[in-house]
């Protein structure tokens, strides 16, 4: 028995961690909880370890074996036994139970990998503030097959973020042996990207509670992070029932439990505590029981589709190139908004971006921006943590081909921060990327998938245009708490602003959040609804004479700014009059923007209506010019669709 | 004299498909060097300069402030200097724009705006010879503004038309004579539909040969005429074709959800249409009742209101007379009349006209209402030359199957003796 087993406050706080996580399983079989249970049994003095020699301004970033790591951080035994009861009274009102925790500084998410770089953008939060907070983030052996935990480890090694990775390797992926999974060595990994590690393990309890303290030190007084790899046995499943592991190997591991060696060699003391822990957990487990579910009317609140009306104005002619309007824009709010961080990959300058948007801006804030290595996933996680941390970051994805690499940060973790920790915390994270073809890129780099970004629940998706300074849109999603992605085009960074002219059409912008161009026929009943936004808004703009020409019909075009959730106010007023409507996107329509617009606006509009979608053909962007423009909605396309109506 | 130099808008980046001239270094007829800069053009990245390869005349195809298009062509360096417009100087289409140039550019935009024609109007326009100025009130002509136009001339037409025949009717030879007050409200009533001048008439013959005969034997009041059939069957094909059982109203159509047919009378007392009520709810013999009891009620004027008002298709018989065919009008709250012309004696076939609002319908929809309908009436003369029809009679009542005007026919069945025998529909259901 060495010294620290001597420190009964370590034990009993294990043995908490132990006997709450054995109540859950009771109740688990009592049919008492939802969902399933990851229980760190045999692991407990990792979280005893890190999480509890912690400050409170510290943070943790968890996975799905969380339970411990929660109670050594914020002591809730209260708030985790109601989570798990999927109680009101829970942490996070019983919608997140055991696997999104958030209390405090303590948050946990259910995805492998995906909590890394969220926890380097909350700790790059603290270090920008200098508060002289670190944070750790767990993860098991398992997560070591994500790539997005490599992406993390270069950042935060070379941007020196103040955060320690705690890997707990019980030498199983869910049910797989490691020897299966695993190539190398595990801390090589680290030592790779130059970040310092450390090793400990569960049993030599007091070479782990002074490696931690030592490895927590580090980061906190070099500023720089650290890998812990912590060896370590779990003794129970890896969730419910799905145990295939050999049971004399586990019977090893339990001789070695340094709980079950006190139960053994202190039992009436050790008898003493669970009684006392039991005693408690009984208590809080039957108070709870009579705790109410979270209503409905708590956790979900409708947004309304038809706004009040607007008031309108013209259009203004700006005599600018939108990308100079938005480089103005990052200037101005980078100026003006210290909270705000710009971050991209190639973003630096002199080069300033593959579309010049952050030309200088790293010039004129260089501790506001960042040039990120090619890594999606990660600079996307960065700027959640960035966001969930208090600051207004936006992330530029160089091509919007490639925020498919970004997805799971999008929906996994953006989307759903607010609502799994029960509205505690807002992610108001800014995502901008250009889409769109016509520049012969070819089909990596020419995709319009704008359709997988809207209905992407609580994200607020844009499309901006050439008919609106883009800083009026940028200034509301600026105030959004939202997650807000902006769809840019790369064809119109290059042209002026508010330059449409037309004799017989007049453009009008109305006076909201995120505007709504139309485009309108001089004192004239228009006989066809166009609903379009981004790019494709341009060249529908100038064709609406040659349209009328053609189809004996008189266009109105409404260009929408806000494609996800869409107000629907203007293009219901317009269909009243033409009961007619053509929704334009440039990704291809099945599953599209055209779809959704079009199912809606026949579920709030009263009449019979002749609805069509133009979009792209089903095939990859071709480079070839020629291809290109064919497989691309243009107006012939446009006019031959209509003609058909 | 052929250019030195030509020099082209260059594309620096592949996103700017415009660059602004920010710098015209030199005036146009100068004199310059190589390696002089002699124009900057500003991209969505930097200002290009351009810098002159020879010596030789400068001549700009461009000003300041003007966006120009990649590729397009912007200087021209000569060996000399050039006459004054000798110069196939490419007209400068792009306007310089400035904040003032702006504001007054939106002022202009609605006095400026022109008349713009969809090929479909210009096609209507010119075959009518109509003159395109006439629509210069307007800034967009459509297909359907050229049909409303030429739709008042031709009503103004009409107008004069008849004020030159009012002018001139002064007859000495004419008895002014005030049309009744019945008649004033008939024209009113027939007008609504016929108004539109959308309706069509569809005829069709119907073979009568041995119809009375099979008919007649069912048939109480109104023996030897076709009426109380046609009735009935038209009532019961009605549920099929409802569209015909409806009327149009303001770019709606109003389908009824019951038929109430409604007879046009006319014995020698004014034209009036009397409604029966539910009409394909009842049997040949109790139309042919109803028939008798609203003739009795025309007679006695003693029809009510409610007898009056609410049939939902009318039929007109005429087969009284010795008309051969006639057209009938549709009437309000109707889309559709069926009419009955006389019996030819000599042929045996009788003529159904059937007018409808083209509105609501087309000839094809009644065209098929009126095939189904003689399939139907001349299955009445087709009984009698099955002979083995008079055979087979039901086992419980005895009815004949020919006596079966109903069509249904009865259903064979095996008595307890094991022989085939028959059953009407009456017994097997009572």
Known sequence: ?645 | MKPLKQIYVPQDSVNDTKLTVVGIIFKSGDFIKKGQTIIELETSKAVLTIESDTDGYIYYHCVIGQDVEVNKLIIEIFESQLQSNNLAVEKIIDKVIDEKVIEIMIENEKQNASTIFSHEAISLIKTNNLKETIFNDLYFVDKKIVEEKLGITEKVKKIEIVKELTNSTKFDNTEIKKVSSSKVVEIEYLSEVQACGLTSTLDIQINMVNFFESVNPHIKFLKGSPLPVIVFEVSRLLKKYNLLNSYFDNNHLHIYNEINIGIAIDINQGLKVAKIKNTDTFSVKEIDNKLYTLANLYLDKTLTKEDLTGSTFTITDLSGTTIYSFRPLVNKFNSAILGISNVDKATNKMILNMSFDHRVTEGKYVAEFLSELKERLESYSFQKNQSYNSKIQCSKCSKKLKDDINELGFIKIINKYGEDKYICETCLFS
Not at chain 1, 271 to 292: G, H, M, P
Not at chain 1, 465 to 491: L, Q, R, W
């Open chain 1, 1 to 645: 028995m060495n010294l620290i087993m001597m420190n009964h406050k370590l034990i009993k706080e294990a043995l908490l961690i132990r006997r709450v996580e054995e109540t859950f399983l009771e109740l688990f079989s009592k049919g008492k909880l939802n969902g399933t249970v990851h229980t760190c049994v045999g692991q407990e003095f990792s979280a005893v370890a890190f999480a509890g020699q912690l400050k409170k301004s510290d943070f943790i970033f968890s996975n799905h074996r969380c339970h411990g790591h929660y109670l050594s951080f914020t002591k809730d035994i209260h708030g985790l036994i109601a989570e798990l009861m999927g109680k009101k009274t829970g942490t996070c009102g019983g919608v997140g139970s055991s696997q999104h925790l958030c209390f405090e500084n303590f948050y946990s998410n259910g995805i492998q990998g995906g909590i890394v770089p969220v926890a380097a953008g909350y700790a790059l939060s603290n270090k920008l503030k200098n508060n002289n907070a670190i944070g750790i983030v767990f993860i098991g052996d398992g997560t070591l097959g994500e790539g997005v935990v490599y992406e993390t480890m270069n950042i935060i090694s070379k941007w020196e973020i103040p955060l320690m990775i705690v890997c707990e390797n019980n030498s199983y992926a869910q049910s797989t042996p490691q020897s299966l999974n695993l190539a190398g060595d595990i801390t090589k990994r680290a030592e790779a990207f130059n970040i310092k590690t450390f090793k400990s393990n569960t049993w030599d309890i007091d070479h782990l509670m002074n490696n931690a303290k030592e490895s927590i030190e580090y980061v906190r007084e070099q500023g720089k992070p650290v890998f812990h790899l912590v060896e370590t046995y779990r003794l129970n499943a890896h969730s419910k029932g799905d145990d295939d592991r050999d049971k004399d190997e586990v019977e090893e591991y339990k001789k070695k439990d340094v709980l079950n060696i006190f139960a053994k060699a202190d039992p009436a003391i050790y008898e003493n505590y669970l009684n006392k822990i039991n005693s408690k957990i009984n208590d809080l487990v039957s108070n709870i029981e009579n705790d109410a579910d979270l209503d409905l009317k708590e956790y979900f609140k409708e947004e309304y589709k038809i706004e009040n009306k607007y008031e309108w104005k013209s259009i203004t002619n700006t005599n600018k190139r939108q990308v100079e309007l938005l480089n103005t824009f990052f200037n101005k709010k980078l100026e003006s908004d210290k909270q705000t961080v710009f971050l991209g990959e190639d973003v630096k300058s002199p080069y300033g971006g593959a579309f010049k948007v952050s030309k200088n801006l790293s010039t004129n804030f260089p501790s506001q921006v960042f040039s990120t290595p090619i890594s999606e996933g990660a600079l996307v996680g960065i700027s959640n943590g960035l966001a969930l941390n208090g600051m207004k970051p936006y992330a530029e994805i160089m091509f919007g081909d490639f925020i498919t690499l970004a997805f799971d940060q999008i929906i996994n973790h953006a989307s759903k921060f607010h609502h799994i920790y029960n509205g505690k915390v807002t992610c108001p994270v800014v995502i901008r990327t250009p889409m769109g073809g016509r520049r012969g890129y070819g089909p990596t780099h020419s995709q319009t998938l704008d359709k997988f970004l809207i209905g992407i629940d609580n994200v607020v998706t844009l499309a901006i245009n050439t008919f609106i300074d883009p800083s009026i849109i940028y200034e509301s999603a600026h105030k959004e708490n939202k997650p807000v992605i902006v769809i840019e085009n790369k064809v119109d960074y290059g042209k002026k602003v508010g330059a449409y002219q037309s004799t017989n059409f007049s453009a009008i912008m109305s006076n909201c959040n995120y505007p709504i161009v139309k485009i309108t026929p001089i004192k004239t009943t228009p006989s066809i609804t166009i609903v379009s936004y981004g790019s494709s808004a341009d060249w529908v703009s100038e064709s609406l004479e040659a349209i009328f020409r053609e189809t004996d019909l008189i266009p109105e075009l409404i260009i929408l700014t806000k494609i996800h959730p869409i107000d629907y106010t203007e293009v219901l007023n317009s269909i009243k009059k033409t009961r007619k409507l053509i929704v334009i996107e440039e990704g291809s329509i099945s599953g599209g923007i055209g779809s959704e617009i079009i199912a809606s606006v026949n579920e709030l509009n009263e009449y019979p209506i002749i609805t069509r979608r133009l979009g792209a053909l089903e095939v990859p962007i071709p480079s070839v010019k020629s291809l290109e423009n064919s497989v691309l909605p243009n107006i012939e396309s446009l006019i031959k669709l209509i003609k058909s109506i």
